[in-house]
């Protein structure tokens, strides 16, 4: 991880984590921490806590989202005194819809200028975004919203497993990991597991992204903490909820980061500083097996 983010994240990127509930990588968030990146541009559909601890830690100039909180908890209090002036370095908003940043990464990984939609009639989002604007159809002539494309200099993704070519296979809930990666100028992929490529060419099916356009591959167990990776670990509720109260406070959150981010070496030490993680392994449900042959 530390040579991933070294040699392909650098200061002034733009940079999207996704995943959406499921596989965010929070070993890859703190790994930017740790190399005091600064001035980033970071996106992604629903920010929650990577984002709130990076912002917290300086490294992010503008914030483009559809929506932004600790899910099930509350706020994300480092990013709310960044907006609101009350502490740390000023940040820039640029908010869109869910769908307005699926519709960005579509076309970002489409290699379009922008993609229509129809989802913002109504709202007062376009008269706060003035990025979002208006088309005519050329087919029908009707008045069409716009979002542009998005292709972020770096884009992370968590995963179950992928082989050393970076194929990689996701399963369980997915998010825009695919779209996000092929918007990207570079990709780096975290996986629970290094596999052999004849066990990814036993399942194609579940391949999200290839191997043909990704960077690096990191091997980082329970990189996703306190998220979580289907059929791997659970996710760490009481995390979020300890979370807020953390949030508030900007010397206990600063704590938290010179504890479980500054103050370990790699993901290994923050899972040993954790007291381990074994409390959230999944248990075995596996699926029907699928005929391939022919």
């Known amino acids: 991880m530390r040579e991933a983010v070294a040699t392909l994240v650098g200061d ?93 990464l579509c076309a970002g990984a489409a290699r379009l200028p922008f993609w229509p939609m129809r989802n913002y009639m109504g709202t007062d989002l376009p008269a706060a975004n003035p990025r979002i604007a208006t ?24 995963a179950q497993r992928a082989d050393a070519q970076g194929n990689t296979q996701i399963w369980g809930l997915l998010g825009v990991q695919k779209e996000a990666a092929f918007a990207a100028r570079r990709v780096i992929v975290v996986v629970e597991e290094l596999v052999d490529e004849r066990v990814i060419r036993a399942d194609p099916n579940r391949t999200l992204i290839p191997g043909l356009i990704v960077d690096a591959v990191v091997v980082e167990p329970w990189g996703a903490h306190p998220s979580y990776a289907q059929g791997y670990y659970d996710r760490d509720n009481p995390f979020y909820v300890d979370w807020e109260p953390i949030s508030r406070d900007e010397a206990a959150l600063a704590a938290y980061l010179n504890e479980y981010v500054y103050g370990v070496a790699d993901r290994a030490e923050y899972v040993a500083r954790c007291g381990g993680l074994e409390r959230l392994g999944a248990d075995a449900r596996v699926c029907a097996g699928v005929n391939y042959g022919y």
Not at 20 to 30: D, K, P, Q
Not at 44 to 53: A, E, G, K, S
Not at 59 to 82: D, T
Not at 136 to 154: S, W
Request: aromatic share 8%; glycine share 12%.
């Open 12 to 104: 002034g990127d733009t940079v999207v984590i996704e995943g959406f509930t499921h596989l965010i990588c929070f070993a890859a968030g703190h790994e930017i921490i740790r190399q005091r990146r600064r001035d980033l541009t970071l996106c992604r559909l629903t920010p929650d806590l990577i984002y709130d601890q990076m912002i917290a830690a300086g490294c992010a100039r503008k914030l483009v989202f559809s929506w932004a909180g600790n899910p099930g908890a509350g706020s994300l209090h480092a990013f709310r005194r960044a907006v609101e002036g009350t502490g740390g370095a000023a940040l820039e908003l640029e908010e869109y819809s869910h769908f307005g940043m699926v519709g960005r």
């Open 135 to 158: 088309i005519e159809c050329p087919y029908t002539g009707e008045r069409l919203a716009t979002v542009p494309a998005l292709n972020p200099d770096v884009t992370i993704v968590h």
